[in-house]
């Protein structure tokens, strides 16, 4: 059985105390970073200098996704503030294998997102390149969507490919994540699940990423 990992989003955090409001998250496996630059997406959030407050205010590593134009010259720059994993957008990608091995020699997992039409076919050579590939279950900019079924045979295909190569490579899911569709995703093969309103308007968060997990551990193949 594949381990199984949440990873809240801080997104729909109290952006104004991000260090309290990691803390009330101590059974997270990581805390995504949803970076923005309003160009790639329709809204802005965070940089650099923020992540690397919020890294020394954590022992919890960070996720950062860069939700951003130009991955290829700013992804280093979330390594050296701090992220244990730095997930970019192929779409935005000029040179992907060669970023995600800059990304590599830096010290952190390589990752790549693709949005919701983005095919993972064309991308199966570059498995072996990746530490995570990111699938996004709604359109990227904004937190609280409604996750997208449509996804889902993505979400296998994807699993398919990593069995066939047997590349160790993570599968993250990202956008409506909740309690009703961690189990959807978990049967279909991911094994990490980024959860942002779903965990933060709970009234115990920490309660919340310990519903999910148990709720994908229920769902996740055994085999």
Known sequence: ????????????????NLGAEVARIP???????????????????????????????????????????????????????GCGS???????????????????????????ALRPATPIEPYEE????????LLMTVEPGFGGQKFLDLVLPKIRRARALMDKHGVETWLQVDGGVSLETIGRCAEAGADVFVAGSAVYSA?????????????????????
Not at 1 to 16: E, G, K, V, Y
Not at 51 to 60: F, H, P
Not at 63 to 79: F, G, K, S
Not at 86 to 112: C, D, W, Y
């Open 126 to 133: 570059l498995l072996p390149e990746l530490d995570m590939v």
């Open 203 to 223: 009234e115990d968060p920490d309660a919340m990423v310990a519903a999910l997990r148990e709720t994908a551990a229920a769902a996740a193949p055994t085999s």
């Open 27 to 81: 059974g997270a496996d990581w805390v995504h970073v949803d970076v923005m630059d309003n160009h790639f997406v329709p809204n802005l959030t965070f940089g650099p200098t923020m992540v690397e407050a919020l890294a020394r205010s954590t022992d919890t590593p960070l996720d950062a996704h860069l939700m951003i134009e130009d991955p290829d010259a700013n992804a280093v720059a979330y390594v050296e503030a």
């Open 86 to 112: 730095v997930t970019f957008h192929v779409e935005a990608a000029r040179a992907p294998v060669r970023l995600a091995r800059e990304i590599r020699a830096h010290g952190a997992r390589a990752s790549m």
């Open 1 to 16: 059985m594949r381990h199984l990992q949440i990873t809240p989003s801080i997104l729909n955090a109290d952006f104004a």
